[in-house]
């Protein structure tokens, strides 16, 4: 696609439930990030995928978080028995090549709000 | 700690009237460093990066940001703001191979 995109743009949901946030980067992009924009927060990284690597989890703030990116392109990111804390903007970005001069593109972000 | 700081929360300014927007950062090698503005409802938009050589840095939308090693900072400026560059700027520090850090944003309001 022309963007990376990413669904739903929104999603409220009950504190206790699963969720799942996808992510389509740009086509023939290596790289791809995932962080957590919190209000006041500035954006907090989760996590990074880079080809066939083992992901940089280092990001992830409990292990009600996971993440997978399938045959190197789409990535879902899921959360656990949502907490109310975990009400954020989360964005993906993805990159050429996945080093940190490389311009990352961002998606729009999915709203997650836990009620 | 490795951490970037963006001391002004949020920041009004006339339209036509000049902007620095502040960034430090701690980082003991040399960083890479950004600026990007997410505007409402948009995804983050790259303005400008430095990696090397020349510490004043030209972006896009008329934006300018120099590297000042002794005081590790990288503030962006622009000489006349317009009211459609009312958004939120963050700037970014890369630290290792692939990680970029964020600062916590500043928020830019334009009075007509």
């Known amino acids: 696609g022309a963007g990376v995109s990413q669904s739903p743009s929104n999603k409220v949901t009950e504190k206790g439930k699963d969720v799942e946030l996808r992510c389509d980067p740009i086509s023939g992009h290596t790289a791809l990030y995932w962080y957590r924009q919190s209000l006041g927060q500035g954006l907090e990284f989760l996590i990074y995928?880079?080809?066939?690597?083992?992901?940089?989890k280092s990001g992830l703030p409990s292990d009600r978080f996971s993440a997978e990116r399938t045959g190197g392109s789409v990535s879902t990111l899921t959360i656990q028995r949502t907490q109310q804390e975990d009400s954020a903007v989360y964005l993906c970005?993805?990159?050429?090549?996945?080093?940190?001069?490389?311009?990352?593109?961002f998606g729009q972000g999915t709203r997650l709000t836990v009620v | 700690a490795q951490s970037v700081t963006q001391p002004d929360i949020h920041i009004t300014v006339s339209e036509g009237a000049s902007l620095e927007l502040r960034c430090n950062y701690s980082?003991?090698?040399?960083?890479?460093l950004f600026w990007y503005v997410q505007s409402p409802g948009q995804g983050l938009q790259l303005l400008l990066k430095y990696f090397s050589g020349d510490t004043l840095v030209q972006g896009i939308k008329g934006f300018e940001a120099e590297f000042k090693r002794s005081q590790s900072s990288f503030n962006l400026r622009k000489p006349s703001v317009h009211w459609s560059d009312a958004a939120e700027y963050f700037c970014a520090v890369g630290m290792g191979a692939q990680k970029l850090v964020f600062g916590q944003g500043t928020r830019l309001t334009i009075n007509p």
């Open positions: 970005a993805s990159s050429y090549a996945g080093t940190v001069n490389t311009e990352a593109f």
């Open positions: 980082y003991g090698a040399t960083p890479y």
């Open positions: 995928f880079q080809g066939n690597s083992a992901p940089d």
